[in-house]
């Protein structure tokens, strides 16, 4: 019972590339969340969003992009990949505020920038 | 903002031993206190979580506990099996819609 779905497990993309990552969550979950996951990092706030259309900066947004249309889908977006960008990102969802449930992440997307 | 600090980064432990993850948080208004544990190639599950009111919550072999005075918060595993061996990384969250996560901790339970 797949609940938080990201569009691929693994991807190799080219330095300069524009790069598309995909999540969708079928909780009606109000937020969402893009993480990296590095080793001796831990996870780092990318973006995330509290509502369609709105988005907010995290901890590291430079050199990437958010989109959410649809509540269900938050899409990152990596304007110029670069080799530094080469990571596990997690997407996340979770209920509004106020309702402490915790996250529901995704499975994760590998990318390799070349 | 928070800032959770989680150590070890890694730990080894026989199987059947005790494991003991401990973090801690900066922003005295965090109230809730989630662990996540990510097997190899996985993604992060909820294990247990704590909230401010609240000093120990414990389920079957695993517990946390919180001090809100020192800031800190530990998950407790007992009687560890091999299938413990993952990642577990902590959070802090005031809100309850953005957490703050540590840096997590390789647990490694030998046979």
């Known amino acids: 019972d797949v609940k938080v779905t990201q569009s691929s497990r693994y991807l190799v993309k080219r330095t300069g590339e524009k790069v598309f990552l995909e999540c969708v969550q079928d909780?009606?979950?109000?937020?969402m969340f893009w993480y990296r996951q590095d080793p001796g990092l831990g996870l780092r706030l990318i973006y995330f969003s509290y509502d369609v259309k709105m988005k907010e900066k995290g901890d590291i947004p430079e050199g990437y992009s958010v989109s959410r249309e649809k509540k269900e889908r938050f899409s990152l977006i990596l304007e110029s990949a670069s080799t530094n960008q080469t990571s596990m990102y997690l997407c996340a969802s979770s209920p509004h505020g106020g309702i402490f449930y915790g996250y529901t992440f995704g499975s994760g997307t590998r990318l390799t920038v070349v | 903002g928070e800032n959770v600090e989680q150590h070890p980064s890694t730990l080894s432990v026989q199987e059947g031993d005790s494991a003991v993850i401990k973090c801690t948080y900066s922003d005295s208004a965090s109230n809730y206190f989630p662990w996540y544990k990510q097997e190899l190639g996985k993604r992060p599950q909820l294990i247990i979580d704590i909230r401010s009111n609240v000093g120990e919550k414990k389920d079957q072999r695993i517990a946390v506990t919180l001090n809100k005075t020192a800031k800190h918060f530990s998950l407790h595993i007992t009687e560890t099996q091999p299938e413990d061996s993952a990642v577990y990384f902590c959070?802090?969250?005031?809100?309850?819609?953005?957490?703050?996560f540590g840096t997590g901790t390789s647990l490694t339970v030998i046979p």
């Open positions: 959070a802090a969250s005031k809100t309850g819609n953005q957490f703050y």
């Open positions: 909780m009606d979950h109000e937020n």
